[in-house]
Nanobody
């Protein structure tokens, strides 16, 4: 089970960190990803991190977002800086190739 938290409303240029806590499974062995879905748009991968900590980002967030993980806490994070209104979406955590969280809303006002 994956539970996201930390979403909210922030002004453009601001920062926000969302978290995803996992239960069950061997978290340290899992590749994890953050996805987002804006109204009327498809759900896209934003960032991913492998079990060994290798990261990958969508071009639209490179240099602004950072994905990280804490295996002891079974938690994956997405630090979002220099937020833009176009970052507004529901952000979902996922075990790559597996289960999804319920999502957390991030709204960036202009």
């Amino acid at each position: 089970q994956l539970v996201e938290s930390g979403g909210g409303l922030v002004q453009a240029g601001g920062s926000l960190r969302v978290s995803c806590a996992a239960s069950g499974g061997i978290f340290s062995h899992l590749a994890m990803g953050w996805y987002r879905q804006a109204p009327g748009k498809q759900r896209d991968l934003v960032a991913a991190i492998t079990s060994s900590g290798i990261t990958n980002y969508a071009d639209s967030v490179k240099g602004r977002f950072t994905i990280s993980r804490d295996n002891a806490k079974k938690t994956v994070y997405l630090q979002m800086n220099s937020l833009k209104p176009e970052d507004t979406a529901v952000y979902y955590c996922r075990v790559i190739g597996g289960s999804w969280g319920q999502g957390t809303q991030v709204t960036v006002s202009s």
